[in-house]
């Protein structure tokens, strides 16, 4: 036997196998077998490396679908990559400039900076290009076309091919819901911004940006209910609606002439949540101290104006962090509704350095600061400034649980019902005057011999009030959330009768039991929808709903950032085409761009 004879995977004569298109989502391109889903292709034709590529990137998700879903998803998958194939001519100069252009608007989009930096970056690109003796490559550079007029046109190129894919997206999905959520910007403009989470039959959930509506005259119900009807009746309507989530304003929750009130009115019915929390409004609105951020801010901005080299000697580590805050937001005032979500940094580290602020304030600055002064000498505003800084630091962690991407209802709810607990053991503890939970306090009250912070117990039992207020509405789908947490556990009689009948038969098949400890979504991917039409229609109907602030907070502090004063003159078209590119999760084809406008189509063979 020649131990040295080397393998030829040709001689093997290995062959693709049909049953893997079902199996694994693979198909034979050009003779080596091809991902559907990913577009990867494998070096050899062996099906232990197909299964274990399939088994590490894609099972979880696709293995849910059997049958005729998986039939058809598969040939919505050949046809795509055979879109694929269908490529432009060789790049000429001007489509690689033009291709070049789109892709630096792109990525102005994405990283919210002005029209005109397109001018900045091409001057950028050349003087590189010479710098590396490449005077060719300057010329390519100096040929692609970024003007801020260019720039502001690219972008509504792209913006109209992102909302093509979303319209597709809601025509077909089974479900959406509905997040509006109204905010004033830089420029002191309300805009009402909706936002959309639909489900298709496989699962596949998209959050995206819905549309930006200027509430110009006012704020009220009505305009909210008129704005919000006028956008959803572009995308078809209400009737797929599960779930309309908003900021838990009077103007959304009136029962008469706030939007819920309307929406049911107008037999527009879904279910309605209040989960957007805009972190200022529960800060400023329920902790009623307000007026301790306001002495926090101006002493902050005393410290930034003085003279910077005895700023940056004395406070050098606050001021970095500072400089970490600015880089984040840009130009925005330091005192917006957007640093609320910073607040519970900056108090802590103003707290750390208060010692350090008050020398500076008397020895270093030469405006009357004698207020500021009194107060860090204060004992009664100490104590406030460090409940404010303990409590903020507590807010800011459920607002980072309930800004989680990919979350559902369920994790909602558990995030809510934590942090319920959360504030009535802080309650507790207060009450007791233990300043366990409470680091700032503690150190406070190590320095002075008589802090007592029971008196902030009342503030504590406002925001648990309004926090039960505010997820009131969470209590109707306690029923629902059980089935869909433990369906295999659930008491058959107490669910709807629409659905017990397959969820009996659910519950005695032993390959759903072995597998009720999964979690919910995977669970209920597996469920073929030909055998449980109507449990498969609940479980999509509650993966619908909006149970992540993400896409409302990343496109607030988006938006913030575009109106900042180098942007303030962006019209509601232009922001909005700004806003949809900064957050889609939807990839622009930029070649496609380019070949509609210049350059046909021709098959792969023609190249």
Same mark, same amino acid.
């Given at each position: 036997?020649?131990?040295?004879?080397?393998r030829?995977?040709?001689?093997?004569?290995?062959?693709?196998?049909?049953?893997?298109?079902?199996?694994?989502?693979?198909?034979?391109?050009?003779?080596?077998?091809?991902?559907?889903?990913?577009m990867?292709?494998?070096?050899?034709?062996?099906?232990?490396?197909?299964?274990?590529?399939?088994?590490?990137?894609?099972?979880?998700?696709?293995?849910?679908?059997?049958?005729?879903a998986?039939?058809?998803?598969?040939?919505d998958?050949?046809s795509?990559?055979?879109?694929?194939?269908?490529?432009?001519?060789?790049?000429?100069?001007?489509?690689?400039s033009?291709?070049?252009?789109?892709?630096?608007?792109?990525?102005?989009?994405?990283?919210?900076?002005?029209?005109?930096?397109?001018?900045?970056?091409?001057?950028?690109?050349?003087?590189?290009?010479?710098? $590396?003796?490449?005077?060719?490559?300057?010329?390519?550079?100096?040929?692609?076309?970024?003007?801020?007029?260019?720039?502001?046109?690219?972008?509504?190129?792209?913006?109209?091919?992102?909302?093509?894919?979303?319209?597709?997206?809601?025509?077909?999905?089974?479900y959406?819901?509905?997040?509006?959520?109204?905010?004033?910007?830089?420029?002191?403009?309300?805009?009402?911004?909706?936002?959309?989470?639909?489900i298709?039959?496989?699962?596949?959930?998209?959050?995206?940006?819905?549309?930006?509506?200027?509430?110009?005259?006012?704020?009220?119900?009505?305009?909210?209910?008129?704005?919000?009807?006028?956008?959803?009746?572009?995308?078809?309507?209400?009737?797929?609606?599960?779930?309309?989530?908003?900021?838990?304003?009077?103007?959304?929750?009136f029962c008469?002439?706030?939007?819920?009130?309307?929406?049911?009115?107008?037999?527009?019915?879904?279910?309605?949540?209040?989960?957007?929390?805009?972190?200022?409004?529960?800060?400023?609105?329920?902790?009623?101290?307000?007026?301790?951020?306001?002495?926090?801010?101006?002493?902050?901005?005393?410290?930034?104006?003085?003279?910077?080299?005895?700023?940056?000697?004395k406070?050098?580590?606050?001021?970095? $962090?500072?400089?970490?805050?600015?880089?984040?937001?840009?130009?925005?005032?330091?005192?917006?509704?957007?640093?609320?979500?910073?607040?519970?940094?900056?108090?802590?580290?103003?707290?750390?350095?208060?010692?350090?602020?008050?020398?500076?304030?008397?020895?270093?600055?030469?405006?009357?600061?004698?207020?500021?002064?009194?107060?860090?000498?204060?004992?009664?505003?100490?104590?406030?400034?460090?409940?404010?800084t303990?409590?903020?630091?507590?807010?800011?962690?459920?607002?980072?649980?309930?800004?989680?991407?990919?979350?559902?209802?369920?994790?909602?709810?558990?995030?809510?019902?934590?942090?319920?607990?959360?504030?009535?053991?802080?309650?507790?503890?207060?009450?007791?005057?233990?300043?366990?939970?409470?680091?700032?306090?503690?150190?406070l009250?190590?320095?002075?011999?008589?802090?007592?912070?029971?008196?902030?117990?009342?503030?504590?039992?406002?925001?648990?009030?309004?926090?039960?207020?505010?997820?009131?509405?969470?209590?109707?789908?306690?029923?629902?959330?059980?089935?869909?947490?433990?369906?295999?556990?659930?008491?058959?009689?107490r669910?709807?009768?629409?659905?017990?009948?397959?969820?009996?038969?659910?519950?005695?098949?032993?390959?759903?039991?072995?597998?009720?400890?999964?979690?919910?979504?995977?669970?209920?991917?597996?469920?073929?929808?030909?055998?449980?039409?109507?449990?498969?229609?609940?479980?999509?109907?509650?993966?619908?709903?909006?149970?992540?602030?993400?896409?409302?907070?990343?496109? $607030?502090?988006?938006?913030?950032?575009?109106?900042?004063?180098?942007?303030?003159?962006?019209?509601?078209?232009?922001?909005?085409?700004?806003?949809?590119?900064?957050?889609?999760?939807?990839?622009?084809?930029?070649?496609?761009?380019v070949?509609?406008?210049h350059?046909?189509?021709?098959?792969?063979?023609?190249?």
């Open positions: 036997m020649n131990i040295n004879r080397k030829k995977i040709d001689v093997e004569n290995r062959k693709f196998q049909s049953k893997w298109e079902m199996e694994y989502l693979f198909v034979e391109s050009n003779g080596k077998p091809q991902c559907l889903v990913c990867q292709v494998l070096s050899v034709l062996k099906e232990f490396n197909i299964g274990r590529h399939y088994n590490a990137l894609h099972k979880a998700k696709y293995d849910g679908c059997i049958g005729d998986r039939a058809a998803l598969i040939e998958m050949k795509k990559i055979k879109q694929k194939k269908v490529i432009i001519r060789a790049p000429t100069s001007q489509s690689a033009l291709t070049a252009s789109y892709e630096v608007c792109l990525q102005l989009a994405k990283c919210k900076k002005p029209f005109r930096d397109g001018e900045v970056v091409k001057h950028c690109a050349a003087k590189m290009a010479r710098a $590396f003796g490449d005077e060719k490559m300057a010329r390519n550079f100096e040929s692609v076309s970024l003007s801020h007029q260019i720039v502001a046109r690219r972008i509504s190129d792209m913006n109209v091919q992102v909302n093509a894919k979303l319209r597709t997206i809601v025509q077909t999905c089974k959406f819901s509905l997040a509006v959520a109204e905010s004033t910007d830089f420029t002191d403009v309300s805009q009402l911004l909706i936002f959309i989470r639909t298709d039959e496989d699962f596949s959930v998209y959050e995206e940006l819905l549309e930006l509506v200027p509430l110009n005259t006012s704020k009220k119900g009505l305009d909210i209910y008129e704005a919000l009807t006028s956008a959803v009746s572009e995308y078809g309507g209400f009737q797929k609606c599960s779930c309309i989530v908003t900021d838990g304003t009077k103007s959304m929750t008469k002439n706030g939007l819920v009130g309307l929406l049911k009115e107008n037999g527009i019915e879904c279910t309605t949540l209040h989960s957007i929390i805009h972190q200022e409004s529960l800060c400023e609105k329920s902790l009623k101290m307000s007026n301790v951020m306001t002495s926090v801010i101006k002493v902050i901005n005393i410290i930034c104006g003085e003279n910077r080299a005895q700023s940056q000697r406070f050098i580590q606050f001021i970095n $962090f500072l400089e970490e805050l600015d880089a984040e937001y840009g130009d925005l005032p330091l005192y917006s509704e957007v640093r609320w979500l910073s607040a519970s940094k900056c108090l802590m580290q103003y707290f750390a350095f208060r010692k350090d602020v008050l020398s500076f304030l008397k020895k270093q600055v030469r405006s009357n600061t004698t207020q500021f002064e009194e107060e860090l000498e204060n004992p009664t505003y100490l104590c406030s400034l460090a409940f404010l303990d409590i903020t630091s507590h807010f800011n962690v459920i607002n980072l649980r309930l800004q989680d991407r990919n979350q559902n209802i369920s994790n909602l709810v558990e995030h809510v019902d934590w942090f319920r607990r959360k504030l009535e053991l802080l309650n507790s503890s207060l009450l007791q005057n233990d300043l366990t939970h409470f680091p700032s306090c503690k150190e009250a190590d320095e002075l011999d008589e802090a007592d912070f029971r008196s902030f117990s009342e503030i504590i039992t406002e925001l648990l009030d309004e926090f039960s207020a505010r997820f009131a509405d969470l209590e109707g789908l306690r029923a629902s959330l059980q089935l869909f947490n433990n369906p295999m556990d659930v008491s058959i009689e669910q709807s009768k629409d659905l017990q009948m397959e969820l009996c038969e659910l519950q005695g098949d032993p390959f759903f039991l072995s597998r009720k400890n999964e979690i919910p979504e995977i669970f209920w991917k597996r469920i073929p929808k030909d055998c449980f039409p109507k449990l498969n229609d609940f479980a999509l109907k509650m993966c619908s709903m909006f149970a992540s602030t993400y896409i409302s907070e990343s496109t $607030f502090s988006t938006m913030k950032q575009l109106k900042a004063k180098h942007h303030n003159k962006l019209d509601r078209d232009t922001l909005g085409c700004c806003l949809r590119l900064a957050t889609t999760e939807f990839e622009v084809d930029i070649l496609a761009l070949q509609e406008k350059f046909p189509q021709c098959s792969q063979e023609d190249v």
